[in-house]
């Protein structure tokens, strides 16, 4: 049973004038599918060939097989951000997430600058994420591949800071990509719905 591809919950063009058409068929249809392609060569006929993504991701780990856990991470770390982007988004986040947020960062406007400066300081290619820490939020950075998924954390919200998901439309300007992440298309109904429970790649 091979992992699929998960669902790109909006059409192509859906974030622009924010993220172009361009860059989200490149991400979507060439890297994200191609983490699922490498992914599913290198399980096919193994112990892991049965498994769901995220069992496959806390095995790897276990096991320490770095070219898997780095295939199956990236594929999972994908399907969790088209969730985290909307073409109604951005604004502020309400309830509970709120809540969390104005605990730990005093107000939105502060987590957002803590959120965007998390981004400019991943260095080289990586993740900025929001995760459920016990009963607390806290921002988190990964490296390359590396993602909360499968640990004693909770991915509650993610940014992809890869050159690939800017670089059509921003160039070297990440600043400006995420500030238009933040202003414009972050989910928050998705991040909150993420803390009542570990969250899920509907499959395309
Ligand atoms: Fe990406």
Redesign the pocket.
């Known amino acids: 049973m091979a992992v699929l591809q998960s669902h790109l919950p909006y059409e192509r063009g859906a974030l622009e004038p924010h993220i172009s058409r361009n860059t989200i068929s490149y991400?979507y249809d060439e890297?994200?599918s191609g983490y699922i392609r490498k992914l599913n060569d290198l399980i096919c006929n193994t112990d892991y060939g049965n498994l769901s993504l995220e069992q496959v991701i806390v095995k790897a780990r276990a096991n320490k097989n770095i070219a898997i856990l780095n295939q199956a991470a990236?594929a999972w770390?994908?399907g969790f951000?088209w969730q985290c982007m909307s073409p109604t988004g951005g604004g502020d986040p309400g309830g509970k997430l709120r809540e969390l947020i104005t605990d730990q960062y005093r107000s939105v406007s502060a987590f957002k600058r803590q959120f965007r400066d998390a981004a400019l300081a991943v260095f080289g290619s990586g993740w900025v994420w929001l995760v459920l820490d016990n009963d607390k939020i806290r921002i988190m950075m990964t490296s390359n591949a590396d993602t909360p998924m499968g640990t004693n954390l909770v991915p509650l919200l993610t940014l992809?800071v890869?050159e690939?998901?800017y670089y059509l439309d921003y160039q070297n300007l990440r600043q400006n990509y995420v500030e238009a992440f933040l202003d414009y298309l972050v989910n928050w109904e998705f991040a909150a719905n993420n803390l009542v429970g570990q969250p899920t790649i509907r499959a395309a």
């Open positions: 991400h890297h994200h990236q770390n994908h951000l992809d890869w690939h998901a």
